[in-house]
Structure formats: C-alpha cells, structure tokens
C-alpha cells in the first residue's frame, strides 16, 4: 500500500501558467515531508515541511503542509520549460526504530512555450 | 507495480567492517541502478550508476575502491561500502527505472540508515 500518493501523474502546461502539485501520504511518527525536482544528476532538493500552514517559498516555487489533512502542495507560478521535469514528494518518518524515507511516483510537468 | 526493494532498512557495524546494502526491483527489469546519500540537509547526491553486466559508473569524488557495486542480475544490484568509517555513516537510497524506458520516472527504494560506530 503507497504511503505517498502524487497527483496527478503528468501534466502539460504553457508557460506562464500556475501549476498546483499534490502529495497526500499516510504514515504514524512523520518526520517531514520533502520536495525534490528529478534532474539527470539526482534529484535536487526544493523544500522540506515539518510544520502545519507554514508556507515555504524559493522563487516561483512555494509549498505547504496539512498535517490534518495529510497532504502537501507545490506551487509553481509563471512557469518556464526549464520548469518541465518530474517533482517527487517524499515522506519522512521513523519505522522500525530508525528514519525512513518513501518516495511517491512523481509527477511529471511539462511546459510547453 | 514497478516497486524497488531496498534491504537492509538499517545496519550498525563497527569501524573497518564491510556492509552490503542490496537494491531489488521485484516486479520489472532495471537495467540501470542508481545510488545516492543523503546529506544532513535533505539534499541527495548520486553517487554511481549501476550497470547491469557491467562496471559502474562513478560520480567525482566518490571512491570507487571503497564503495563497491555490483548489478549481476537486470533486479538485483548490490553497494558494499568496505572498510567502513564513522564518517560513511549516512543514508544511502536506490533508484531503478524499468529496462527500455528512459525517460520514465525513477522508482525508489526505501532508503538504508548506516551507522558506523
């Protein structure tokens, strides 16, 4: 069963649009919740969310935790073809006595001019 | 589908000792494997690509002496960090993509805490 869900799977927008990403997850002892944008090296960190309603913003891009509601978003306004890459949402949480980290399947935006 | 079984979760061992983290696509065929640590600040650096049938590929600045792999099989890939020191003591995550596809997203493994004390 998917501790992290990702919607929606893919999406193509044109540049200059808003785009709104979801990740809803479902785990006992979270720790965080993690945005990563998947570049050809490794993914790179954007954001990491412990803390209810507290935005956080790089730029164009800003995210948001529930933790009622066990979900989280990630924002992109005017977006660019740069932007075009798949976003992964991780959650972090302690199983088993150590830290765990799971990984949604992403999802994959593309921007076109 | 399209699951990546990472094992051990988590490993203690003692300073000069060797570990052996495996990285297991149960339900597709990974030609490549990819290893990664994770740093202190979230932030996942790539450490080598596992080829199956093949040597790896290593990132700059990662020793390959020190951190072996080995992809004998298209779901199986294996990191043995050799001679362990506190300093190795990290979070160490896998990715496969299935075989034929690849521009199709990763699939992640759940990740292996080493402690090296």
């Known amino acids: 069963e998917d501790k992290v869900v990702q919607s929606p799977l893919s999406l193509v927008v044109h540049e200059g649009d808003t785009v709104t990403l979801n990740c809803s997850y479902e785990?006992?002892?979270?720790?965080?919740l993690l945005w990563y944008k998947q570049e050809k090296k490794a993914p790179t960190f954007l954001f990491m969310l412990?803390?209810?309603?507290i935005e956080k913003k790089s730029g164009r891009l800003s995210s948001i935790l529930d933790k009622k509601e066990l979900f989280s978003i990630l924002n992109i306004t005017a977006t660019q073809t740069g932007d075009s890459a798949i976003y992964l949402c991780?959650?972090?949480?302690?199983?088993?006595?150590?830290?765990?980290?799971?990984f949604g399947k992403g999802t994959k935006l593309s921007v076109i001019p | 589908g399209a699951v990546v079984s990472q094992h051990p979760s988590r490993v203690i061992c003692k300073s000069g000792t060797s570990v052996k983290i495996e990285c297991r696509s149960l339900?597709?065929?990974?030609?490549?494997m990819f290893w990664y640590r994770q740093f202190p600040k979230k932030s996942l650096m790539l450490m080598a690509t596992?080829?199956?049938?093949?040597?790896?590929?290593?990132e700059q600045g990662v020793e390959k002496d020190k951190f072996l792999i080995n992809h004998a099989s298209l779901t199986l890939s294996t990191l043995t960090v050799t001679s362990a020191h506190p300093e190795d003591s990290s979070f160490y995550i896998c990715?496969?993509?299935?075989?034929?596809?690849?521009?199709?997203?990763?699939?992640f493994g759940n990740g292996t805490r080493l402690t090296v004390t």
């Open positions: 412990t803390s209810s309603g």
């Open positions: 596992s080829n199956e049938g093949s040597k790896a590929t290593y």
């Open positions: 991780a959650l972090a949480y302690s199983g088993a006595g150590s830290y765990q980290l799971t």
């Open positions: 990715s496969a993509r299935v075989s034929g596809t690849p521009r199709s997203p990763l699939h």
């Open positions: 785990v006992t002892n979270f720790r965080s």
């Open positions: 339900d597709f065929q990974a030609t490549t």
